[in-house]
């Protein structure tokens, strides 16, 4: 039986900021070490980021710094489908592990979006008392 994970409620704008980046990353062929290093922190900090169980997450100085690192004219640029709707969620998700380049599994786990719900919260407090 697959475990389900969830997330502590966040907002979409945290979450879509966090794929857009990862798909940015990606795009330029970066590792999550790379990109860390290219902003000057510590080399986990992009895995930290980008992992839905880990509280660390981009903030407004990190905007900046990715800004800049990705040669970016304007942090709408972040969002090409435009700014997400001001709501907050959680992500149920679940573990499995991630492939080789032979195609086989690995010991290092990735974690796989199953499904998003909108919290009715004003706040990232109410959000998380909530129980799903």
């Known amino acids: 039986m697959i475990e389900i994970y969830?997330?502590?409620?966040?907002?979409?704008?945290?979450?879509?900021?966090i794929c857009?980046?990862?798909?940015?990353?990606?795009?330029?062929?970066?590792?999550?070490?790379?990109?860390?290093?290219?902003m000057g922190f510590a080399v986990k900090f992009v895995g930290k980021c980008e992992s839905?169980?880990?509280?660390?997450?981009?903030?407004?100085?990190?905007?900046?710094?990715l800004k800049k690192v990705f040669g970016l004219k304007s942090l709408d640029d972040f969002f090409p489908n435009g700014i997400p709707i001001d709501e907050q969620i959680v992500i149920h998700y679940k573990k499995v592990p991630k492939k080789k380049a032979d195609?086989?599994?690995?010991?290092?786990?990735?974690?796989?979006?199953?499904?998003?719900?909108?919290?009715d919260a004003e706040t990232k407090a109410e959000g998380n008392k909530q129980k799903w």
């Open 20 to 38: 857009n980046i990862k798909a940015l990353r990606e795009e330029k062929g970066w590792s999550q070490e790379a990109l860390s290093e290219k």
């Open 52 to 65: 839905l169980d880990q509280p660390e997450k981009y903030n407004l100085r990190h905007m900046g710094i």
């Open 6 to 17: 969830q997330t502590k409620a966040i907002f979409r704008i945290e979450y879509e900021l």
């Open 103 to 119: 195609g086989t599994d690995s010991k290092l786990m990735e974690n796989v979006v199953v499904e998003i719900v909108v919290v």
